[in-house]
């Protein structure tokens, strides 16, 4: 149970907010509240809390930077821990083996690797949220998955115990790993990465960049989650990936408005929630492009952004 007893066995050095509109702690900036949301900067602080957690049987749920939900307007009954550090923290490089703790935002991560002349994590360039998130959701760009160059993770379990799991284990495949299934909360992870030239990643990076603010709005004036839907598995191994996009483009969906909440206009597999949209407006307008995309071509489009509450 959460009382004052509990809130005073937190410590100091964490944030805590009471009743916290989950609407700040999201890239639609839409949803409800949550009872309790305590924000970690290290990973002491997290384990000293998740400790707590099970002591108290406490429910909670642990997120990054907020990059890839989309959280009720119900709100979330449970507390949140935000797990995500607004920093440049260190990484370990023991020759070419790069340990990164869970809560460093993915971009800095991708700056610090190629400052080290290694490589080549360029592909991952500007993608928002934390490594924690990005390996959760195996994210990437350009046919390229941050699952391909992770050796192991070490994860602490909901009974508070630490292991380390290895990549083979992880079950890695488009947009997915063992950690949708799971509970365990990554703490590090270890990529191994081949020198690289660092002057070569520079340009490279500069280059995705420029792609992505060209094709993506800038989610922090524009609240969006990136890509609704995942793109669509070939049918055999001849075929490739296809971008859900294009099927969306065709069926429609650019037009496609709720509420305050609307596709963008240069990426029809994005939706911007314009202020005064709720969770709701966007949930509505991804389920008619769905639809959509359903009637047009008989392929049911599968939801990249993760739910949280009840829709
Ligand atoms: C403009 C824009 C562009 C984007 N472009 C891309 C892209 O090109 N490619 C791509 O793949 N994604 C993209 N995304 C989506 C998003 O940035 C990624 O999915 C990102 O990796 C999510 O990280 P996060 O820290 O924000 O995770 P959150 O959204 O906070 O959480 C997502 C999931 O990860 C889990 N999680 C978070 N931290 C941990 C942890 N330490 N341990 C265990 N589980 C954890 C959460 O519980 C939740 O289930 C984009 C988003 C935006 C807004």
Redesign the pocket.
């Given at each position: 149970m959460i009382d004052d007893n509990f809130l005073e066995m937190l410590p100091k050095s964490i944030k805590i907010t009471k009743n916290a509109s989950m609407s700040n702690?999201?890239?639609f900036k839409v949803g409800g509240s949550c009872p309790l949301l305590i924000e970690c900067y290290d990973q002491i602080d997290l384990l000293f809390v998740l400790k707590l957690f099970v002591k108290n049987k406490i429910k909670n749920?642990?997120?990054?930077?907020?990059?890839?939900?989309l959280v009720s307007d119900n709100g979330i009954d449970c507390v949140v821990v935000?797990?995500?550090v607004p920093k440049k923290d260190r990484i370990k490089i023991v020759e070419n083996c790069i340990t990164v703790p869970?809560?460093l935002?993915?971009d800095d991560f991708v700056i610090q690797v190629i400052e080290n002349n290694l490589g080549d994590l360029t592909f991952?360039s500007?993608?928002?949220?934390?490594?924690?998130?990005?390996?959760?959701?195996?994210?990437?760009?350009f046919g390229q998955?941050?699952g391909d160059l992770l050796i192991d993770t070490e994860?602490i379990d909901r009974n508070g115990n630490i292991q380390k799991i290895i990549q083979k284990n992880l079950n890695f495949t488009y947009?997915s790993s063992y950690?949708?299934n799971n509970?365990?909360?990554?703490?590090n992870a270890s990529f191994k990465l081949n020198n690289f030239d660092k002057n070569k990643m520079i340009k490279k990076r500069d280059e995705i960049l420029n792609l992505?603010f060209n094709k993506?709005?800038?989610?922090k004036k524009e609240p969006?989650?990136?890509?609704i839907f995942r793109n669509i598995e070939p049918s055999s191994a001849a075929e490739k990936r296809q971008a859900a996009g294009w099927f969306l483009e065709q069926a429609g969906v650019k037009d496609f408005k709720e509420g305050k909440a609307f596709v963008y206009n240069k990426h029809a597999n994005?939706i911007i929630a314009n202020t005064g949209s709720t969770a709701s407006d966007v949930y509505k307008l991804s389920e008619r492009m769905k639809k959509a995309v359903l009637k047009k071509f008989n392929i049911e489009l599968i939801r990249?952004?993760?739910l949280?509450g009840s829709f």
């Open positions: 702690y999201n890239s749920i642990v997120i990054g930077e907020g990059t890839n939900l935000k797990f995500c869970a809560q935002l993915l991952l500007g993608i928002p949220g934390t490594v924690g998130g990005a390996i959760a959701g195996n994210a990437g760009a998955q941050i994860v947009r950690f949708k509970s365990d909360i990554i703490l992505r993506h709005p800038n989610w969006c989650a990136g890509s994005i990249e952004i993760q949280l």
